[in-house]
């Protein structure tokens, strides 16, 4: 009979297939259980998404500021898809981490995000770039079959524009349906994006307001929409604090 296998040797296993996987897609050498990288890390201007194509559908200069690291942040203001995958992202872990993930993602791969790419890629390699430590959410796999079904919808819904989820709605109502139409997005994280999408990114159809309510109010501090700054992230924490505390009262 033959000898189990350890935990230890089934970790190292796992391990190197991750590496292999990741070396693969990113045309890395595999030597051993060590990835050589041969191709220099991705480099995304500051005035351009990460497809290479100028990002679309945003009303006058914006900059957000989600992940509080400068070059994440960056890549969510410029680029459509990295914005959506970092919301999808963003349930049951820091929200920080959460938008960061789009950065790290295209890091990952070797090269910009790719709609369509992502959206064909082989599940198990996908899942295995999610996994790699550290893991780009809590329970990395499901996350990489969310953000595959996410692309998949905006190649055949929006022709591979991830812009399209908001530049062809023509009512604030219609923005509310598309965003809730995704994957991973409930009613109130879509009326979040909507507000999100409102306040900050000039995003504003007739009836936005209307439609993400509560969060579209001006001066509020209730969610990532109203995330400008690291003062206003504090905020924001402390009136969901107050408001779990009061479901507990």
Not at 37 to 60: E, K, L, N, Q, W
Not at 169 to 187: C, I, S
């Amino acid at each position: 009979m033959a000898a189990p296998t350890s935990t230890r040797t089934q970790a190292l296993s796992r391990s190197t297939a991750i590496g292999a996987a990741v070396a693969r897609l990113a045309g890395d050498k595999v030597e051993g259980r060590y990835v050589v990288r041969v191709r220099p890390p991705v480099t995304i201007g500051p005035d351009r998404c990460s497809s290479g194509r100028r990002a679309s559908g945003y009303g006058g200069d914006v900059g957000l500021h989600l992940s509080q690291i400068a070059e994440a942040d960056e890549l969510l203001t410029n680029d459509p898809l990295a914005l959506l995958i970092g919301m999808v992202l963003d349930q049951q872990i820091p929200l920080e981490r959460a938008f960061a993930a789009p950065l790290e993602l295209a890091r990952r791969l070797g090269r910009s995000l790719d709609v369509v790419e992502l959206a064909s890629f082989d599940p198990d390699e996908l899942a295995a770039v999610f996994s790699i430590q550290p893991a780009l959410h809590r329970f990395p796999a499901a996350m990489a079959q969310r953000t595959q079904k996410l692309c998949q919808i905006i190649i055949d819904s929006y022709g591979g524009d991830a812009a399209g989820v908001w530049t062809t709605a023509a009512d604030g109502r219609q923005l509310l349906k598309q965003v809730a139409a995704l994957p991973g997005f409930g009613m109130q994280k879509a009326k979040i994006f909507v507000a999100l999408l409102g306040k900050q990114l000039g995003v504003t159809p007739p009836g936005w307001r209307e439609a993400c309510e509560p969060f579209g109010e001006d001066g509020s501090y209730r969610s990532v929409a109203d995330i400008v700054s690291p003062e206003s992230r504090i905020k924001v924490r402390d009136f969901k604090k107050q408001m779990k505390a009061a479901a507990k009262a």
